[in-house]
């Protein structure tokens, strides 16, 4: 039953992050937040969907009231539902890496605008984020630079990288945001978000390094212009692709979202 109080949202993707958000909103009452609805394409994943939850076609998802829908699926849910949501509500989308497609970003911004949706694109691993945008004038260079066991990343988008046979820190990537997003799709949502925010997907810089000594997920931010610089580096465990400071700053987003408070990214 509806409760008018609490925040609905539906959840695109029942895998790492949406089974944690799921467990926060059971966990934690006071956040005020429920599920208004639950798509997961892999039927074994979407047989452990709370009882009463589980959505069998995206078209359907408007009449379960969602006040906002958060994508934690793929790159390709955003390409086939971004538009779809986007008509009638509020967008989060974490594979923010779908956005190097120009044609659905610009179709996605020409919604927005016609109906009066937004869309939100969290900070996720990007820290520091706001301090980036207040520099956005000055700034000549910004750089993310990632550093991960070859064992946390997919290589299934880049099957010409030997992953398995990298023995030393290895440089696997080095120049525009655009070039690397399509390589490594589900890691580099933070080079999207950070270049959406910063100097754009092709005048900022990505390093993607596989270094299979380290045990922990190293983000490093340069941003350097007119005498300023800021230097940002985040360290933190990570189990699969997302790390567990992820999950808590997606949480911190959503109640950004549902306070009015400030927001990363909207159109
Ligand atoms: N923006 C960020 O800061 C950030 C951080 C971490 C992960 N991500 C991204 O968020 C997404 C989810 O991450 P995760 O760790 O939960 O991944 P995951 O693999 O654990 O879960 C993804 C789930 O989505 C399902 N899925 C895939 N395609 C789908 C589709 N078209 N329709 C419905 N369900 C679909 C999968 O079956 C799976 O259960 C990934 O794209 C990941 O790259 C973003």
């Not at 937040?33 to 639950?38: I, P, R």
């Not at 070859?150 to 030997?162: E, G, S, T, V, Y």
């Amino acid at each position: 039953m509806r409760n008018n109080n609490r925040k609905r949202i539906g959840l695109i993707g029942f895998g790492q992050i949406g089974s944690s958000l799921h467990e926060m909103f059971e966990a934690q009452p006071d956040l005020n937040m429920e599920l208004a609805f639950v798509y997961e394409a892999n039927p074994e994943r979407a047989a452990k969907i709370p009882k009463g939850l589980r959505l069998e076609a995206m078209e359907q998802f408007a009449l379960h009231q969602p006040d906002l829908v958060v994508e934690a699926a793929h790159p390709e849910a955003v390409r086939r539902y971004g538009t779809l949501v986007l008509r009638e509500r509020d967008l989060m989308i974490l594979s923010v890496s779908a956005l190097v497609d120009a044609e659905l970003e610009s179709a996605i911004r020409n919604l927005c605008r016609e109906k009066g949706t937004r869309l939100f694109i969290p900070h996720g691993a990007v820290s520091g984020l706001d301090g980036i945008k207040d520099g956005l004038s000055v700034w000549e260079q910004v750089t993310i630079t990632m550093k991960k066991n070859p064992r946390n990343l997919n290589f299934d988008a880049a099957p010409h990288i030997p992953g398995g046979r990298i023995t030393k820190a290895t440089v696997l990537y080095d120049g525009p945001t655009r070039g690397i997003l399509p390589l490594f799709p589900k890691n580099v949502n933070s080079h999207a978000t950070l270049a959406l925010a910063a100097l754009g997907l092709d005048r900022t810089r990505s390093v993607l390094v596989a270094d299979p000594e380290l045990e922990e997920s190293v983000i490093t931010i340069d941003a350097v212009g007119g005498g300023n610089r800021i230097h940002i580096e985040r360290r933190n465990p990570i189990k699969g692709v997302t790390g567990k400071l992820t999950i808590l700053s997606i949480l911190e987003s959503l109640k950004n979202i549902f306070g009015s408070r400030e927001v990363i990214l909207t159109c």
